[in-house]
T-cell receptor
Framework: NAGVTQTPKFRILKIGQSMTLQCAQD?????MYWYRQDPGMGLKLIYY???????DKGEVPNGYNVSRSTTEDFPLRLELAAPSQTSVYFC?????????????FGQGTRLTVV | LAKTTQPISMDSYEGQEVNITCSHN???????ITWYQQFPSQGPRFIIQ???TKVTNEVASLFIPADRKSSTLSLPRVSLSDTAVYYC????????????FGQGTELSVKP
């Protein structure tokens, strides 16, 4: 199993551009998550999904959109990128057994908006 | 969601046992206590989870008192490679899959 795979690993965007961060997992996990982590800070939940076709907002959803058309994929869309979205983005997946609390994380996407 | 409180930072020396305590006064009956470890530039890694009493695995031990209002992650004989941020999470099926991380404890292990 590859686990949770995120692409790209690094990206530089100009203000106002858009992009999609890709996340795929091959563990057949129902739950998937997107977090952002600013330098020296903890993880903030952006969006999460408990299954295909179901998504919900986390703590900091503004400026982002998600979709979950398959169990495996959970892309995160940034529209009109802003410098405040410069961060490291982590995708994670888990199973419902203990409420999704045993999660597996990808290696992250480091995004810089200039 | 149960709020957690843990120290912002801790220092230790190689070979010592490190205990990191997390307070979670409003833990719900169905909540689990879960700890993650995060190295710089990496995603968090699940290390241990428990519901009550004591849990031990190859990495750490987790002590949970009877009232479950706190928990202690114990790392035996730490090495430099244990320098990381440690997060305590409390949650379960009550949260419908929503997984919120707190601030974490930055552990620095010195030679």
């Amino acid at each position: 199993n590859a686990g949770v795979t995120q692409t790209p690993k690094f990206r530089i965007l100009k203000i106002g551009q858009s992009m999609t961060l890709q996340c795929a997992q091959d563990m057949n996990h129902n739950y998937m998550y997107w977090y952002r982590q600013d330098p020296g800070m903890g993880l903030k939940l952006i969006y999460y999904s408990v299954g295909a076709g179901i998504t919900d907002k986390g703590e900091v959803p503004n400026g982002y959109n998600v979709s979950r058309s398959t169990t495996e994929d959970f892309p995160l869309r940034l529209e009109l990128a802003a410098p405040s979205q410069t961060s490291v983005y982590f995708c994670a997946s888990s199973v419902p057994g203990t409420g999704g609390t045993e999660a597996f994380f990808g290696q992250g996407t480091r995004l810089t908006v200039v | 969601l149960a709020k957690t409180t843990q120290p912002i930072s801790m220092d230790s020396y190689e070979g010592q046992e490190v205990n990191i305590t997390c307070s979670h006064n409003n833990i719900a009956t169905n909540d689990y206590i879960t700890w993650y470890q995060q190295f710089p530039s990496q995603g968090p890694r699940f290390i241990i989870q428990g519901y009550k009493t004591k849990v031990t695995n190859e990495v750490a031990s987790l002590f949970i008192p009877a009232d479950r209002k706190s928990s202690t992650l114990s790392l035996p004989r730490v090495s430099l490679s244990d320098t990381a941020v440690y997060y305590c999470l409390v949650g379960g099926n009550n949260q419908g899959g929503k997984l919120i991380f707190g601030q974490g404890t930055e552990l620095s292990v010195k030679p």
